[in-house]
């Protein structure tokens, strides 16, 4: 399909819907089939409970950057993103919520069928952030047409992850809606830099949709898992499968695993380093069900494939941009490897440290491969 007709398709349909249109579709938390505490074990051994969702389950702080791994020599390609999750039945009652039109397009397309009949819990999530792109040469002012583009994009989005043990199987439902092209993303990162003091960008006149424009997308991810071991009170090791779909301005798919090696207490689906298309855009955070005296503390490792059909943040949305890429000019596959080590301590409170690494997107005669690196902080309730 040409990426002009994806993209005037794509964006409506995920914009232009109201919530009074969806109150009527919005399934009661009554008729979940996980309404009591019952206990399921699998077939691979895994023991759940089916939780009934508190009001508040924890929050997490992700932040990204390039300096990171560059040592402070470079800000180009994905240069950094900040997001802030609140996790439980409470978000989806936010003021700024759109949990009710997350559903509704999940509804839409016929996704809750894949479990509606099976015993399973639902988790709930609110998240807003921002990303930010820029070329490796900031000092001009001038449209840079060989480089990465400036760009931006400041979201606020609702996840839904769905939990079906008979299956062993997590599913995972994101809306994201937000601008592309502000003001503030150059306010932002010349701050940042003046704090770093690092070269002043000068090019953000030349961003993607430079002014603003809405824009959105809807993410629907599975894992599934395959292996996993224990040593004493706790998972020694867990291999899993995953796969995405995007819809929006990204739109995408990709396949992958995510494996990770330690001392382990927290559910294996909790755990879901592949949902990060940059950015992590929130999950559900979820507290541990293994029972040790001693803190989680693991490593892991993930690697995914992706299709790409569509991307604004290279090749524009409605308005027009200084820099924009064809679709013949932007490699269609590629593939990221990522690394990280999470360790848990006081008051349920863990921090990650991760390495992220893609193969070129641009098809460009002096190609580079973008990388980052970044935090993640959670606490759970």
Do not use: C
Not at 49 to 62: I, P, Q, R, S, V
């Amino acid at each position: 399909m040409h990426v002009h007709l994806i993209k005037y398709l794509i964006t409506p349909t995920l914009l232009f819907v109201t919530q009074n249109v969806l109150a009527g579709h919005i399934a009661s938390r009554s008729l979940d089939l996980a309404s009591s505490n019952n206990q399921i074990v699998s077939n691979k051994n895994i023991k759940y409970e089916l939780l009934n969702e508190k009001e508040d389950t924890g929050w997490a702080l992700y932040i990204d950057n390039d300096v990171i791994v560059s040592r402070g020599r470079s800000d180009q390609d994905y240069t950094g993103g900040f997001s802030f999750t609140l996790s439980g039945h409470r978000a989806t009652n936010y003021l700024l919520s759109i949990d009710s039109w997350r559903q509704y397009f999940h509804e839409l397309i016929g996704l809750d069928k894949l479990y509606n009949d099976k015993a399973h819990f639902k988790l709930h999530s609110f998240n807003f952030g921002f990303t930010l792109f820029t070329p490796a040469n900031l000092s001009s002012s001038a449209p840079i047409l060989d480089e990465h583009p400036y760009a931006s994009f400041f979201y606020i989005s609702n996840s839904n992850e769905i939990v079906v043990p008979e299956d062993d199987i997590a599913y995972q439902s994101i809306l994201s809606i937000g601008f592309l092209g502000l003001d503030l993303a150059e306010d932002v990162q010349k701050s940042v830099h003046r704090l770093l003091n690092s070269d002043e960008p000068m090019g953000w006149d030349n961003q993607i949709s430079s002014g603003g424009e809405l824009t959105a997308k809807y993410t629907f991810a599975a894992q599934k898992i395959l292996n996993r071991s224990h040593a004493k009170e706790y998972t020694r090791h867990e291999l899993k499968l995953t796969g995405e779909a995007n819809l929006g301005f990204g739109t995408n798919i990709s396949a992958g695993f995510n494996w990770r090696w330690g001392r382990i207490t927290t559910p294996w689906w909790s755990f879901t380093p592949h949902l990060s298309d940059y950015i992590n855009m929130g999950v559900p955070i979820a507290k541990e069900t293994e029972k040790t005296h001693d803190p989680e503390f693991f490593l892991w490792l993930g690697s995914s494939y992706h299709v790409r059909l569509y991307d604004a943040i290279l090749q524009g949305q409605f308005r027009n941009s200084a820099v924009t890429f064809d679709d013949n000019e932007l490699e269609r596959t590629m593939t990221e490897l990522s690394v990280g080590i999470t360790r848990e301590f006081s008051n349920n409170i863990r921090i990650s440290f991760f390495y992220r690494k893609r193969t070129a997107i641009l098809k460009l005669p002096d190609v580079r491969r973008p990388k980052w690196g970044g935090i993640a902080i959670s606490k759970s309730f």
